[in-house]
C-alpha cells in the first residue's frame, strides 16, 4: 500500500495532468512518483460483414502512422457506451446497432489512472464522418482471415487493437 504523503499537480494540460510526490511504502519508507490523470477512453471494434473497420493516423507519440481501432477520450459526465457510439460515428462515419461491452481496464497503471473501455459493434449503419479539426484519418478495411493472420504474424502494434481484435474472434468462436 502506498499513501501521498506530498504532492503538487505540476501540469494541466487539454487532455492530461500530471501530479509528483512524495508516497510512504508500507514499510514506512518514502519513494517519489509521478501519476498521469486522464479522463478515461473508449475503444470500439466495428464488424462490418466480414471485415473489421481500424483507422490509420499518425501519431506524434511514437512518430508515424500506425493501425489501430476507432477510439478516443470520454466526455465529462460521458458513459463508455455513449463515448463509444460518439467516437465510432466521428471516426468511422457507422453506428452500430449492437454494442457490446468486452473489457475494462488500466492502460498502464504504473504511471497513469487512465481506464479503457473495450466494445465491439455490430449491424451497423453508414453515416457521415465528424473529424476533429486536428484528425487526419484513413478508415481501413481488414477481412477477417486477414485479422486472423496479421495477429497471428503480430503485425498489430497498439495494445488496445491487439486486444479488442482478439475479444473480437473469441466472441464469434463462442457464436460459432
Given at each position: 500500500?502506498?499513501?501521498?504523503?506530498?504532492?503538487?499537480?505540476i501540469?494541466?494540460?487539454?487532455?492530461?495532468?500530471?501530479?509528483?510526490?512524495?508516497?510512504?511504502?508500507?514499510?514506512?519508507?518514502?519513494?517519489?512518483?509521478?501519476?498521469?490523470?486522464?479522463?478515461?477512453?473508449?475503444?470500439?471494434?466495428?464488424?462490418?460483414?466480414?471485415?473489421?473497420?481500424?483507422?490509420?493516423?499518425?501519431?506524434?507519440?511514437?512518430?508515424?502512422?500506425?493501425?489501430?481501432?476507432?477510439?478516443?477520450?470520454?466526455?465529462?459526465?460521458e458513459?463508455?457506451?455513449?463515448?463509444?457510439?460518439?467516437?465510432?460515428e466521428?471516426?468511422?462515419?457507422?453506428?452500430?446497432?449492437?454494442?457490446?461491452?468486452?473489457?475494462?481496464?488500466?492502460?498502464?497503471?504504473?504511471?497513469?489512472?487512465?481506464?479503457?473501455?473495450?466494445?465491439?459493434?455490430?449491424?451497423?449503419?453508414?453515416?457521415?464522418?465528424?473529424?476533429?479539426?486536428d484528425?487526419?484519418?484513413?478508415?481501413?478495411?481488414?477481412p477477417?482471415?486477414?485479422?486472423?493472420?496479421?495477429?497471428?504474424?503480430?503485425?498489430?502494434?497498439?495494445?488496445?487493437?491487439?486486444?479488442?481484435?482478439?475479444?473480437?474472434?473469441?466472441?464469434?468462436?463462442?457464436q460459432?
Amino acid at each position: 500500500m502506498e499513501t501521498w504523503l506530498q504532492r503538487e499537480e505540476i501540469y494541466r494540460g487539454r487532455m492530461v495532468s500530471l501530479s509528483t510526490g512524495y508516497v510512504e511504502l508500507d514499510d514506512g519508507t518514502t519513494a517519489w512518483r509521478e501519476v498521469v490523470h486522464h479522463p478515461g477512453g473508449v475503444a470500439v471494434v466495428p464488424m462490418l460483414e466480414d471485415s473489421v473497420l481500424l483507422v490509420r493516423q499518425y501519431r506524434v507519440a511514437i512518430g508515424r502512422e500506425i493501425l489501430e481501432l476507432p477510439a478516443g477520450l470520454l466526455e465529462a459526465g460521458e458513459s463508455p457506451e455513449a463515448g463509444a457510439r460518439r467516437e465510432l460515428e466521428e471516426e468511422v462515419g457507422v453506428v452500430a446497432g449492437r454494442l457490446i461491452p468486452v473489457m475494462s481496464c488500466f492502460v498502464s497503471p504504473g504511471f497513469t489512472d487512465e481506464r479503457l473501455d473495450i466494445f465491439l459493434a455490430f449491424d451497423l449503419t453508414h453515416t457521415a464522418t465528424r473529424y476533429d479539426p486536428d484528425e487526419r484519418i484513413e478508415i481501413v478495411r481488414i477481412p477477417l482471415p486477414e485479422v486472423r493472420a496479421r495477429l497471428k504474424a503480430r503485425d498489430f502494434e497498439d495494445a488496445k487493437t491487439v486486444i479488442g481484435l482478439r475479444e473480437l474472434l473469441a466472441a464469434l468462436e463462442e457464436q460459432a
